[in-house]
Structures are given as structure tokens and as C-alpha cells.
């Protein structure tokens, strides 16, 4: 099975970042408030950043590098379609 890793760009400007094996999907998940708690309420939400396809264990271990990088790091990867 393929994973991806994706950022999500919150409506008040914060980030959110995930794995799914399909992308689409999971953000139409978290658009209709069915998806984590933390993107509940934050609204509108948007595709920033994606990257894969990988193993499971690649996209734990790259989700948890990204999760670490700074808000400004998140938000120059918008400009990256992680190819």
C-alpha cells in the first residue's frame, strides 16, 4: 500500500500534517469536521504540501520530521509539490 504525507493549511493560518493513502479523500474527511480534532473548527482547510508515494513506515518517520519544522519552514513548503 502507498502513503503520502500532507500539510494541511488551517483557515486562522496554522498547520496541520498527516499521512493517508489517499490524500483527497482524508481532506474531505477533515472538511466535513470527520477528521482530527485539531482541524475541527479551523476551517477553511487547504492542500498545502504532499509527499509520496512511500512505505507506511517512510510516512511515520517523514510526518514526524515535518511536524518538527517551524511555521516558516511550513509555510515555503506551499511553494513544493514534494516531487
Known amino acids: 500500500m502507498e502513503w503520502w504525507v500532507y500539510v494541511l493549511r488551517c483557515g486562522d493560518g496554522s498547520f496541520y500534517t498527516g499521512i493517508a493513502t489517499n ?4 481532506l474531505k474527511t477533515h472538511q466535513a469536521g470527520r ?5 475541527r473548527g479551523r476551517g477553511p482547510l487547504e492542500l498545502w504540501w504532499q ?11 517523514a510526518e514526524r520530521r515535518v511536524k518538527r519544522f517551524s511555521h516558516q519552514r ?6 513544493e509539490n514534494g516531487d
Do not use: W
Open 35 to 39: 477528521g482530527a480534532r485539531y482541524t
Open 51 to 61: 509527499d509520496g508515494p512511500m512505505t507506511h513506515q517512510e510516512a511515520l518517520s
Open 74 to 79: 511550513k509555510t515555503a513548503l506551499g511553494g
Open 23 to 26: 490524500v483527497d479523500r482524508r
